[in-house]
C-alpha cells in the first residue's frame, strides 16, 4: 500500500485514467463507469475503480503539476501493479489551427524542469507517449468524428508564465499546446515499463485569449473520457 494511495490490495485496475481534478475523477467515475466504488481519498485525492465495457478502470486524480502526478504515478505502478496510465485533462491550446474543444493527443512533451530530470544529468530524455495506446487513441478519434491533433505539447513548471518569448518559440517549433503534467507522466512510465498517454481537451488559448466557460466544460471533456477509454482497451 502506498503513502498517498492507500486503495486495498486489488483496488486499482491496471488502467488509469488520471485527471488532474479530483472531483473531475469523480464526475468522470460516475458518469462513464459501472458501479463506480471509492478506493481512496488521501489528502483528498479521490480515486474510483469501475467498469467499462466489461472492462476494470480506476479514474484517479493526479493533482496539478508533475510533482504531484509523479508521486501518484509511482505508487499506482509501484504499489498497485498499474499498467497504463491515460492523463485527461485540459490543456492551452498554443498553435493558431488548434481551436476551443479540440483533442489535443500529445505524441511527445517538451519541459523546462521536471521531478525526473535530475535523474539524466548530463543528458536531455525525450518523454513520449506510448505507440499502442496512441495509435488506438487516434483510431478512435476519426471513429467519432472529432476534431483533433496530435502533436507536440509542452509541460509547464508555472501556471502563471510570464515567458511570453518561450510560448512564441515553442509555437513557432510546432508546439500545439501547454499543460503542467504530461513530461513526468511519460517519463515516469518509461522508467518502470509501463504505458502512457496524454488526452487532452483544449479549455482556452493562448494567443486568442478565448476560452470555454465553466458550465461547458464538462460536456466538452466527455469526449476526450470516452477517446482515452477507447484507446485503453481497443
Not at 488520471?18 to 460516475?30: I, N, Q, S, T, V
Not at 478506493?39 to 466489461?54: E, Q
Not at 507536440?152 to 502563471?160: E, K, M, R, T, V
Amino acid at each position: 500500500m502506498g503513502v498517498h494511495v492507500k486503495a486495498a490490495p486489488g483496488e486499482i485496475a491496471e488502467t488509469v485514467l488520471m485527471p488532474g481534478d479530483p472531483l473531475r475523477a469523480k464526475w468522470a467515475a460516475e458518469s462513464f463507469l459501472d458501479a463506480p466504488r471509492p478506493v481512496n481519498g488521501v489528502r483528498g485525492m479521490l480515486g474510483f475503480t469501475g467498469r467499462w465495457r466489461g472492462n476494470e478502470v480506476t479514474i484517479h486524480g493526479s493533482g496539478m503539476g508533475m510533482p504531484s502526478l509523479s508521486i501518484y504515478a509511482h505508487e499506482l505502478v509501484n504499489d498497485h501493479g498499474a499498467k497504463r496510465l491515460i492523463r485527461i485533462g485540459s490543456a492551452g491550446g498554443m498553435a493558431a489551427h488548434v481551436g476551443i474543444r479540440d483533442i489535443v493527443i500529445a505524441l511527445t512533451a517538451s519541459y523546462v524542469s521536471m521531478p525526473s530530470k535530475p535523474l539524466f544529468r548530463e543528458m536531455t530524455f525525450a518523454p513520449a507517449a506510448s505507440w499502442p495506446l496512441l495509435e488506438r487513441a487516434v483510431a478512435a478519434a476519426r471513429t467519432r468524428g472529432a476534431r483533433f491533433h496530435v502533436g507536440g505539447i509542452y509541460s509547464a513548471d508555472l501556471f502563471y508564465d510570464e515567458r511570453d518569448d518561450l510560448a512564441r518559440t515553442l509555437t513557432r517549433h510546432g508546439c500545439l499546446a501547454v499543460e503542467m503534467e504530461t513530461a513526468e507522466l511519460y517519463t515516469v512510465a518509461a522508467r518502470h515499463g509501463v504505458e502512457a498517454l496524454s488526452v487532452l481537451t483544449i479549455s482556452d488559448h493562448l494567443a486568442t485569449g478565448e476560452a470555454l466557460p465553466p458550465e461547458a466544460r464538462e460536456r466538452s471533456f466527455g469526449e476526450m473520457v470516452e477517446i482515452a477509454l477507447e484507446a485503453a482497451f481497443g
